[in-house]
């Protein structure tokens, strides 16, 4: 299994697998890995929820909680939970869990990111 490190923030978070940084993009409310061969996406479902891909095949399911999205959290996806789909292998399982850690399951939409931007700024 690949050791994975990660700066997790849900708009500037950091992959760095054995050693590599990982070029992670976001794209609305989809982030990409490329690590290797593969391509991993998370991709935000609902305000909770995420699809993690590989090469475009769905391999697993993250839910969040709404304490991810509570001012001052620093960890978007800590509170994760990940249903993993059959035949994955460890590194599938490094990188996926890692990305839901780092960006989080789920995205909180225009409404909610306008109102913690403003929260954040007020503090």
Excluded: C
């Excluded at 609902?46 to 001052?72: M, V």
């Excluded at 620093?74 to 490094?94: E, N, R, Y």
């Amino acid at each position: 299994m690949p050791t994975v490190t990660v700066v997790p923030d849900r708009d500037h978070g950091a992959m760095n697998i054995n050693g590599h940084n990982v070029p992670t993009t976001r794209k609305s409310r989809t982030r990409t890995a490329v690590v290797g061969d593969r391509s991993y996406e998370l991709r935000s479902t609902s305000l909770r929820g995420a699809e993690l891909r590989r090469n475009g095949t769905l391999i697993a399911h993250a839910r969040g909680t709404f304490r991810s999205y509570a001012p001052g959290r620093t960890i978007p996806g800590l509170d994760a939970k990940v249903t993993w789909s059959q035949g994955i292998d460890p590194t599938d399982v490094a990188v996926g869990q890692a990305m839901v850690i780092a960006f989080g399951a789920g995205g909180p939409g225009a409404v909610l990111r306008t109102l913690f931007f403003w929260y954040d700024n007020l503090s």
